[in-house]
C-alpha cells in the first residue's frame, strides 16, 4: 500500500480545523455556549441579574389563525407565535454572529427562561410536527429570542344582548407564574401582535389593542400583559338562515286573510302549519347558544313573528265562530224571545183544551165571544 504523505493529510484536514474554528470565533457553534455555561457556573433556575434589577421580558404576538368562536362554551381558538426577549449578561461571547438553539438541543433546558403563562387558557399544546416548534437565539451581547408556535383554546365571556347584532371582545392575558415585578417585569414590544390575513366564517376582526397591567396576588404583585381582539360577527348568514324564514312564513299566515271563510281545512291546516314551522326555526335559532337569563335580539324577532302568526290563527277561529253563528240566524230568522212566547202560548192553549180541565168552559166562552166580535166588525 502507498503511503500518503503527511503534507497532504494536512492540507486535507486544515480547512476543517479552520472552519471549526471560525465557528467558535464568530459564534455560530453551539459549543460556544458550553465554555460560556461552565465559566460562569450557570444554574437556569437563577434568573439573570438575580441581586439587581427586575429582568424587562418583551413580548409580541403574531397570530396566524383565529378559528372556533363558540358562544355555548364561551371560547375560542387561537393559533400563534409567541416571541419573548430578554437579555441574559451570562451568556454574552465574543463573537459577530448568533447561536441558534433548535429543536432538541440539550442546551435549551440549561438556559433560564421566563414562566410566561396565559391566565385565560382551558387548553392548549406546543406544535410537535415534523419535531417541537420551538427555538432560542442568543446573541453576542446576551440578547435571548424565544420564539415558541402554539394552539390555545381561550375563554371568553361573551354578551350576546344584540345577538345576532353583537360585537365581542375577545383576547388572552399573559401573566409570569412564579416572578413578582420584583424579579420579571413582563412588556409589549413595539410590534406587540402581528396579524396575518385572518379570514373567519362568523366574525371579521375590526382591530386589536393592548394594555400592560398590574395584578395583586397575596404572595406580591405580577405584571399583566392584555391584548384584545374586537370583533364584529357577520350578518349574512344570520338574515338568510332566520330572518328571512321566519318573515316569510309571518305573510304566509295572512294568506289565510284572502281564502274563503267557509273554506275551514285550508285555513286551518295553513296556520296551524305556519305556526309549528316558525316554533321549530326559533327552537334552531337558540340551539347553539347558551342558556343565559337574559332576552337577546334574536329572542325579540321570534316572539313577534309568533305573535304574528298565532294572531292569524285566532282571526280564523273567531271569524269562524261568527261565520257560523250568522249562518244559523239566516236559517231561523224568528227572534228567540218570540219563539220562546210561542211555545209559552202553545202550552197554555193545550193546558186549557184538555178534558176534565175546570177552566176549560171559561176558555171556551172566551173563544166564541171573540170569534163573534170579530164577524161583527167585518
Avoid at 22 to 33: A, C, Q, S, W
Amino acid at each position: 500500500m502507498m503511503a500518503v504523505p503527511q503534507s497532504c493529510v494536512s492540507n486535507i484536514i486544515a480547512p476543517f480545523v479552520l472552519m471549526i474554528l471560525f465557528e467558535i470565533v464568530h459564534g455560530r457553534n453551539p459549543d460556544v455556549l458550553y465554555h460560556v455555561l461552565q465559566k460562569h457556573q450557570y444554574d437556569s433556575q437563577i434568573r439573570p441579574n438575580v441581586s439587581g434589577a427586575p429582568v424587562h421580558v418583551s413580548l409580541f404576538l403574531l397570530i396566524t389563525d383565529i378559528h372556533s368562536v363558540s358562544e355555548s362554551s364561551m371560547d375560542f381558538g387561537i393559533t400563534m407565535f409567541l416571541v419573548q426577549m430578554w437579555k441574559d449578561e451570562r451568556l454574552a461571547f465574543n463573537g459577530t454572529e448568533a447561536v441558534d438553539l433548535r429543536s432538541g438541543s440539550e442546551l435549551m433546558s440549561k438556559i433560564w427562561m421566563p414562566d410566561s403563562y396565559f391566565v385565560n387558557e382551558k387548553e392548549g399544546n406546543v406544535h410537535e410536527i415534523t419535531m417541537e416548534n420551538k427555538q432560542i437565539r442568543v446573541e453576542p451581547n446576551g440578547n435571548i429570542t424565544f420564539d415558541v408556535r402554539v394552539s390555545m383554546k381561550l375563554t371568553c365571556y361573551m354578551r350576546l344582548q344584540r345577538f345576532p347584532m353583537d360585537k365581542q371582545m375577545c383576547g388572552m392575558d399573559i401573566e409570569s407564574f412564579g416572578y413578582t415585578t420584583r424579579d420579571v417585569v413582563l412588556e409589549w414590544d413595539e410590534r406587540s401582535i402581528i396579524l396575518e390575513d385572518i379570514t373567519m366564517p362568523d366574525f371579521s376582526i375590526r382591530q386589536s389593542s393592548t394594555v400592560k397591567l398590574l395584578h395583586v396576588y397575596p404572595m406580591g404583585n405580577y405584571s399583566r400583559l392584555k391584548c384584545t381582539f374586537h370583533m364584529e360577527r357577520e350578518l349574512i348568514f344570520y338574515v338568510m338562515e332566520h330572518y328571512v324564514p321566519s318573515a316569510l312564513l309571518v305573510i304566509l299566515s295572512w294568506v289565510s286573510f284572502w281564502i274563503g271563510v267557509d273554506v275551514t281545512p285550508a285555513r286551518a291546516s295553513l296556520g296551524i302549519t305556519t305556526v309549528l314551522t316558525l316554533t321549530t326555526l326559533s327552537s334552531g335559532a337558540r340551539a347553539n347558544l347558551p342558556k343565559v337569563s337574559y332576552i337577546k335580539a334574536i329572542d325579540v324577532w321570534m316572539f313577534t313573528c309568533s305573535f304574528f302568526t298565532f294572531a292569524a290563527l285566532l282571526e280564523f277561529a273567531v271569524t269562524s265562530f261568527l261565520h257560523k253563528k250568522g249562518q244559523d240566524r239566516q236559517m231561523d230568522p224568528t227572534p228567540r224571545e218570540n219563539k220562546k212566547n210561542k211555545t209559552n202560548f202553545m202550552e197554555l192553549k193545550e193546558y186549557l183544551q184538555s178534558p176534565g180541565n175546570s177552566h176549560r168552559d171559561v176558555y171556551t166562552h172566551k173563544m166564541d165571544t171573540e170569534a163573534r166580535d170579530r164577524k161583527s166588525v167585518v
